[in-house]
């Protein structure tokens, strides 16, 4: 099995929007020593503001659930090459074609749907990965299709739409899915 860490750090049965404000606090308060190490003043307060902008849009855009995983490409590779039934039971016909035998892609993609899955609230158990498909739409950007079986799960739970985005650098493969609601949440105590 791909060594790869793995964190879901939201579900739908999880954290509500004060959680996910604090999480995102917290990101932002460790990309900071980065940033202050990459630029100058000027520019780090430039990219201050727009992380707080973007972690408050994520907020009101009613994120419900967030998964996160990271796959090793060696391992993965090592793991897979030459094992094609695995392959074709991770991953749909249409997206080894379009990866074309290159592990960082499907590594991507692999981490992509086990990001899914956490978003979904569920992870693995329950679903398969072949569940989550990972197109490419005409503009570059990945888009999530859930099988019927996952997007009854997602109705269950009140999740609309899953937005995705993933890198494969320096041997890792990352992907982050926010699983975003249009229903209006609870009311906190006050």
């Not at 999480?23 to 100058?40: C, F, H, K, Q, Y």
């Not at 796959?71 to 094609?84: I, N, R």
């Amino acid at each position: 099995m791909a060594t790869h860490a793995d964190c879901e750090i939201g579900s739908a049965a999880g954290f509500g929007r004060t959680e996910i404000i604090a999480l995102l606090d917290n990101a932002r308060a460790a990309l900071d020593s980065n940033i202050d190490a990459a630029s100058g003043p000027t520019t780090s307060a430039v990219l201050r503001e727009r992380t707080a902008d973007a972690a408050m849009s994520i907020v009101a855009s009613g994120v419900a659930g967030v998964g996160v995983d990271a796959v090793d490409v060696k391992d993965f590779e090592t793991d897979l090459t030459g094992d094609d039934a695995t392959l074709a039971d991770w991953f749909h016909h249409s997206e080894l074609e379009e990866c074309d035998g290159d592990m960082d892609r499907l590594a991507a993609r692999f981490a992509a749907k086990e990001a899914t899955l956490k978003a979904l609230g569920t992870g693995i158990r329950g679903l398969e990965l072949k569940d989550v498909r990972i197109d490419t739409e005409k503009n570059g950007a990945p888009s999530i299709v859930l099988s019927d079986r996952a997007r009854a799960i997602a109705g269950a739970s009140v999740l609309d739409e899953f937005r995705c985005s993933f890198t494969h650098e320096a041997g890792f493969a990352i992907a982050v899915v926010l699983a975003t609601t249009t229903a209006t949440p609870p009311e906190e105590p006050t």
